[in-house]
């Protein structure tokens, strides 16, 4: 079974591709984000309304490789049997570049055909990395934003 990948090439450096992936995770992927993707050992909680996962930084070697580990799940889809169906599936990120591009090769170890959540995660996957595309090349991305309560 093919994993979920996707390659993403920008006129930006290395470093502004690497913040994005390690530092600025909420202006493309959700604005509930809690936690730092910065350093290998680093933990964060992102949420899209009722789901939630839980990602550990396993590696992050600068404008390299970044690894992240799925280490709770939850998905809050009616019809799924198992709602952790990301728990240990890992993103991995590389990095690669030249004077004037920089490629962003990901890869989702674990998210393929086998998963009841597939073809969601699959779509939601090529929203968010189109998201960070536009976010690499006009500075604004479009993540998933947490409704805020009003008070009357």
Same mark, same amino acid.
């Given at each position: 079974? #093919?994993?979920?990948?996707?390659?993403?090439?920008? #006129?930006?450096?290395?470093?502004?591709?690497?913040?994005?992936?390690?530092?600025?995770?909420?202006?493309?992927?959700? #604005?509930?984000?809690?936690?730092?993707?910065?350093?290998?050992?680093?933990?964060?909680?992102?949420?899209?309304?009722?789901?939630?996962?839980?990602m550990l930084i396993e590696e992050a070697i600068p404008h390299k490789r970044v690894v992240w580990k799925c280490v709770k799940a939850y998905i809050a889809m009616?019809?799924?049997? #198992?709602?952790?169906?990301?728990?240990?599936?890992?993103?991995?990120?590389?990095?690669?570049?030249?004077?004037?591009?920089?490629?962003?090769?990901?890869?989702?170890?674990?998210?393929?055909?086998?998963?009841?959540?597939?073809?969601?995660?699959?779509?939601?996957?090529?929203?968010?990395?189109?998201?960070?595309?536009?976010?690499?090349?006009?500075?604004?991305?479009?993540?998933?934003?947490?409704?805020?309560?009003?008070?009357?």
């Open positions: 079974m #093919n994993n979920y990948q996707k390659t993403i090439t920008v #006129n930006k450096p290395v470093t502004e591709v690497y913040a994005a992936i390690t530092e600025r995770v909420s202006d493309w992927w959700s #604005n509930d984000f809690e936690g730092s993707a910065s350093h290998a050992g680093d933990s964060f909680i992102i949420a899209f309304g009722e789901t939630r996962k839980t009616p019809s799924l049997k #198992n709602k952790a169906e990301w728990m240990n599936t890992r993103m991995i990120w590389t990095f690669d570049n030249d004077d004037q591009h920089t490629t962003l090769h990901f890869l989702h170890d674990g998210l393929n055909q086998k998963l009841e959540c597939y073809e969601i995660c699959q779509a939601g996957w090529d929203e968010f990395l189109a998201s960070l595309e536009t976010y690499l090349t006009t500075g604004k991305g479009n993540p998933f934003l947490k409704k805020t309560q009003t008070i009357i």
